[in-house]
């Protein structure tokens, strides 16, 4: 049978180049696999294990320093075969920005096959049918630049389809998607394999996206450290210690799985039916007993935010074109001391616009923010001398906020926004130092470049700047896009424990899951309007509204209510009371509710 | 912030402009250049203004978008009309004020230095960035200078360049803004005091904006290497450029306006 096959291939970047004096840790240390022609693999690891290398060693834009790959019977150590198996891979990365090449969309479509040297009418007919396939033939004259992000990435996945490949490589393809253009951008992809025979190779953080693939392969710092179909990776791997996470479905069957002493096997794991078919044969054992410490766990996770009032927004109207149309529409929202408030919602929808105006970044086209930094003080964002102070009650960290260093050291950059306060030498390093350690990061990394820093710690950098000039509420965007489940937890983490030392939290996300785990109040917006503004239990307990403002449940609730739902009807008197988010708590919860009713039977 | 910029951008539409030949439209702009800095007097001038509105509607350019496209250079078009004001010397004196002399030679010249200006931009936006998208201008120039190839002159990768340099102008403004914003959310102030702090403001955009210039660069450049890319040779086109009587009744036409202006400027002189 036709395949891929890596053999004992090690890589290391730079080795061909003039840099000897420091040699580089391998990005690849003698790893060997086998991908299936047809088939349809995901590729796992934390952030820096060498996911995106091997992709690149597959479409021969890096060559191994050792080893062999082999792509359906051509060697990539032989040059005479270099373009042809080139030919056969195509890639869509993660930035859709970064892999356009035409101003105009069938302009991009048609690079790739220009370059192959594909001659009209053929050349006509296969973008086309590409951007057919994509469904975005009538986006076919407009300016690439102008597109939505899930539009552009299936431009991307145009551009890489016109080219017939065999091999399709996303890397990270999907990372900077909503829910919505993912599962759009994938149902392509998949279905391109069943129609094409493509071989689906897709690289991700996202577990559920993995769970949707026929094999896994786990790297970790360079080398393989597990393959297998889903189930059994899921069942079988020790996954936090490659900083992966099981999906949340599964997280929340182990959780009940663990508290009956009873164990999964990989079988139980290959269909989410199967699963709910086990767990209600666990929970409906006669054996089952409770423990006594998770009465406790249950209620001490309501905590009453503090209710005085932060910050309010009035009546906002906001417009990017001087009327016409309005980003944001009509917003009225209170945001109260000490809450983590989210606000979900699809790209575009108007989040980012209404947090630039928390802030005074942007003007509104009518309506007001104010702000209450203390008791009987009133700030108000239209007012002119007040925008300084605004500034220094509401930090906002943007999206990929890494981005934006500028300093020589990590220290000079968080002191930016001190220098400006005109604050005293001191008490300038002070703050800085007391950031920086909120944020994870240690003393002696203060003096360090900010470009030598991974990834995680350049954002921690970028987060402990803005915390430097002590803000009473911190807005951030997307805090963990991009990150591996080990980092997106740590993220959390760190965000709950600022909130603890005393800051509100306004958060922006996309991810319903981590939203309705971590907020108190989750703010939806729809075309720039809020749609609703309530806690995770009411407006996810409430599936009529739900449904009205047309978004999606987090996936622990879909699983865990078809879960309920069959488990009701052998114990029909069990009261799950409000459903919670967090997949181990959610699983003791309804482990609870169980015994009780069990109890209740038994009496 | 930025983004009401709209110099160097393409602008969408069906208009006659839009779909003559990018190479036409090239020469044309040579022409014109030529023409915006030789013609001085004052009823040649207007002719020009009008052949360039004629331009315009051609292209059927909306006025919004020709404001946006002039308002940017508008405060260097003063600048240029303060400098020239009160450096000029020559011809006689109509105001004086301390050591500040202005003269009616001095008047007429820095009035045409700052139209040039404001003509130089309409007229490359209108033939080239408006109305023609980056891929069809590097087309145009890698045909016009192919015979160059022949003296090993790396005409493709230059009109490569180019077009890669002008499709990334939104997206550099895009995250300039970002950029921008984010400092000013810490507190930044780019539009008081003095000049030298200003500066040192900008610097702070611009190192960020380079780091990830280059960041976007080596992505963009392996995206293009796994779509096959690989020099000019053999190269297909999805447009290839194919003149038509319509290209020819353009270029004609317009040349024939700028042929006129040139000899109607001599004559008037």
Redesign the interface.
Known sequence: MEKISVQNVTFTYGSEGADVSAPAEPALENISLEIEKGSYTAILGANGSGKSTLAKLIDIIEVPDSGRIVVFGNDTSDDSLFWQIREKSACVFQNPDNQIVGTIVEEDVAFGPENLGIKLPELRERVDQAMKDVGIYELRLREASGLSGGQKQKLAIAGALAMRPEVLILDEATAMLDPRSRDEFLAIAEDMRLKKGLTLITITHDMSEAMRCGKIIILSKGTKAAEGTPAKIFAETDLEKYGLRRPVSFRFAYEIARLAGKTLTEEDLTGGARLREKLVKILSDPSLKGDPDLQENAAADETAPAKRKIMSVKDLFSSYDGGRSFAVKNVNLDVYEGEILGIVGESGCGKTTLISHMNSIIKPASGEIEIYPEEGVTLYCSRKKDVQRIRQTVGLVFQYPEYQLFEETVYKDICYGLRKMDLSAEEQKDRAVKAARSVGLDKDVLRRNPFELSGGQKRRAAIAGVLAMRPKILVLDEPASGLDPAGREEMFALIKSLRISGTTIVLVSHNMDEAAAYCDRICCIRDGEIKAAETPEDLFGNKEKVAQIGIDLPKITKFADSLKEDIRKILPGVDFGTPLFDPEEEARHVYMAVLKARLKDVK | ML?DISLGR?Y?ADSLLHRTDPRIKTILYLVYLVVIFIVKTPATIGVLAGVIAVQLVMGKVRPSVIWKTVKPVLPLSLFILILNLITIRQGNTVFQWKFVTVTDYGISRAVLMAIRLVFLILSTSIMLTLTT???KISDALESLFSPLKIIKVPVHEMAMMM??A??FI??LIEETD??M?????????YDTGTFLNRLKGYI??L??LF??SF??AE??A?????????GGD???????LRLNATDLLVGMFLFVCAAGLVVMDLTLR
């Open positions: 983004s393409y969408k998208t980056p891929l077009s890669i002008l499709r939104p997206t970002k950029i914003k984010a400092q000013v959310s810490r507190g930044a102030d702070t955009v190192i960020p780091v990830s960041r976007r992505e963009l392996v995206a293009m290497d796994a779509r096959c890319y690989r053999g190269r297909t086109k999805l447009n290839p």
